[in-house]
């Protein structure tokens, strides 16, 4: 495997990013790996080795380098009413979408001159916090970005005026959800709200209820990890990407 740390110039300054993709064989598909609020790990770190390894040239940017360059969080640290804790609800709190479509129309000019990145559809994944950001992204970049994927994202249909849901109809690839039946900041009520406002754009899209599973299932780290679940998203992202990139 091929493992890049590189400072990506951006209109806000530049974000550093973590790219994978395989040693041999490329030009690879492109994947937009977008990390959860906890910020960037190994754990993530080596979900994007997971994609890369099934041909992918993955890139993992920092979403808080507005923060400074080679912002993390002590995950450690991120106890109930802990300092740490309320600094990551900060960070997440000081992102926008606007923002970070900024961030992927950055990223999305970088791939386009790497010799090891395939020209062609790109696809998106976010986790939490940036599961609306890939769904945003899916509708602002409908020519580039043809599969996306939100893996228990949170704020996916709001009342404010840049919620995901009203770029939708603009969606031309694919679009897949993942919800966990138990989830506090995704809860059911907005999850079906959602499939039917889908229902409505007829676009090609999932929304997949992971039963008997809670926010974060996916996280191997979590001690809400369930691996039945995490197994069957992984499933699910491969047959979307396959599908969509190749």
């Not at 229902?199 to 992971?210: K, P, R």
């Amino acid at each position: 495997m091929i493992e890049q740390q590189i400072a990506i110039p951006t209109k806000a300054g530049a974000v550093d990013t973590f790219i994978c993709h395989p040693e041999r064989g490329g030009p690879w598909p492109v994947i937009l790996f977008l990390m959860d609020a906890p910020g960037i790990r190994e754990e993530l770190r080596d979900m994007v080795r997971r994609f890369a390894t099934v041909g992918y040239y993955v890139l993992l940017p920092n979403l808080y380098y507005r923060h400074g360059p080679g912002t993390v969080l002590e995950t450690s640290a991120l106890t109930p009413d802990s300092a740490e804790r309320q600094r990551m609800f900060t960070m997440m709190d000081s992102l926008s979408n606007a923002m970070l479509m900024e961030d992927v129309e950055a990223l999305l000019g970088f791939v386009d001159n790497q010799p090891a990145a395939r020209p062609g559809p790109i696809g998106c994944v976010g986790y939490c916090m940036s599961g609306p950001f890939a769904f945003t992204a899916a509708g602002t970049f409908p020519e580039r970005i043809t599969a996306a994927a939100s893996v228990y994202g949170v704020r996916l249909l709001t009342d404010a005026p840049d919620s995901p849901h009203l770029l939708a109809a603009r969606i031309k690839g694919e679009m897949y959800f993942a919800c966990a039946e138990t989830d506090h900041w995704a809860p059911l009520p907005m999850v079906e709200a959602l499939r039917a406002h889908l229902e409505q754009t007829g676009i090609d899209f999932e929304v997949e209820i992971y039963a008997e599973s809670a926010h974060g299932f996916a996280f191997p780290q979590r001690a809400v990890y369930k691996k039945e679940s995490a197994e069957r998203h992984w499933e699910r992202l491969f047959a979307v990407f396959h599908r969509r990139l190749e």
